[in-house]
């Protein structure tokens, strides 16, 4: 990482109400860190057999960048809290290809493409990136990570 981009995500922002500065808080800063990258794809990866763990996460999500007809350099994942019981559901940012399936990810993952619950591409990076970095701070996301094929 640069200088300049790690200036950028540790700066304070000045607060629109009493003027002062605000130290950014480390989940503010990880969603700076990700408006950062060009993402293509958002995947949203709920599993029904097989429990996903940060444990199993990184391992699983490597298959996607292992895969060179993907075309994915790298993703970024966060595990979420399902609301109705004790399991966890992920979502997958991924620089790459536009064209990629719920068929090609399932395939991938040697999952059931019911699993991949879509695959879409993302209208707004800011968006996305605060989207999936919101809820870290909370307690709701319990792992993430950042996978490469480097």
Partial sequence: MNIALEKHIIKPKRSHLT???????????????????????????????????????????????DNKALEINY????LEKDREREWYHAHILTNGV???TRKDIAST?????????YVTKPEDQ?????????????????????????
């Fill in 98 to 100: 536009y064209d990629v």
């Fill in 75 to 78: 993703l970024w994942y966060a």
């Fill in 126 to 150: 800011k968006a996305v990136s605060h989207y999936c970095s919101k809820h870290i701070g909370i307690g709701d996301i319990t792992g993430y990570g950042f996978v490469t094929n480097y």
């Fill in 19 to 65: 003027g002062k500065f605000i130290e950014p808080n480390w989940f503010v800063k990880y969603g700076r860190y990700l408006k950062e990258h060009t993402w293509s794809n958002i995947i949203v990866y709920r599993p029904y057999k097989v429990k996903l763990t940060e444990y199993n996460a990184e391992r699983l999500f490597k298959r996607l960048v």
């Fill in 109 to 117: 993952l040697k999952r059931s493409i019911s699993e991949v619950k």
